[in-house]
């Protein structure tokens, strides 16, 4: 799947995870796709449960070989 916009928090602690991908959000128009790539293991879990609470649908979440991580939401 490709993505309208792209989250790079690699090496990035919270609250930045979050705090970036909350922008995105706001930029993204509805139906869009929004990348973030991260390597910070509690933003693995907290950036989920935060396009939950803000009703966006949550595509994947994966984990790449180097320990970092990739998650898709759609507005």
């Known amino acids: 799947m490709r993505a309208d916009l792209f989250v790079d928090v690699t090496g990035q ?5 979050l705090v970036e991908m909350r922008k995105a959000v706001m930029k993204a128009q509805k139906g869009q796709v929004i990348e973030i790539r991260g390597t910070h293991a509690a933003s693995k879990k907290e950036i989920p449960m935060a396009a939950d609470s803000l009703r966006l649908e949550l595509l994947e979440v994966s984990d790449g070989p180097d320990g970092s991580w ?3 939401i759609r507005k």
């Open 70 to 72: 990739r998650i898709l």
């Open 13 to 17: 602690t919270c609250p930045i995870p």
